[in-house]
């Protein structure tokens, strides 16, 4: 699967490796990877630091609630979350996914 981020720094997207494992993610992206947690820490956020992109506080609320939610579903129906969370990465203002999926995420982005 995969998590696709605007580079500010490069100028160009970037696409990071991301698989669900049994205690949170798996994030791989040029010479960093590793296990994280639910929430995507530390990989996720340490890629995302490295390359200078604007994430909300919530971000690793979001990747909680879409493990915890995802118990069950298949690769796809990961995939097409994660492809709302990257629209949100990449969008110029506030962004709320709009999946019935995400309406009771109940979090301040």
């Avoid at 160009?12 to 010479?31: E, Q």
């Avoid at 296990?35 to 604007?54: A, M, Q, S, V």
Wanted: charged share 30%; glycine share 10%.
């Amino acid at each position: 699967m995969k998590l696709t981020v605007l580079s500010v720094k490069w100028g160009h997207k970037n696409v990071y490796g991301i698989k669900k494992t049994n205690s949170g993610w798996y994030v791989r992206y040029a010479g960093i990877s590793g296990d994280c947690n639910d929430r995507g820490e530390p990989y996720l956020f340490d890629l995302l630091d490295r390359d200078y992109i604007d994430y909300p506080a919530s971000l690793g609320d979001y990747f909680s609630y879409l493990w915890e939610g995802s118990k069950g579903k298949g690769n796809d129906w990961i995939q097409e979350r994660l492809d709302e969370i990257s629209r949100m990465l990449m969008s110029e203002g506030p962004y709320e996914p709009k999946d019935d999926f995400w309406k009771d995420i109940h979090i301040q982005i």
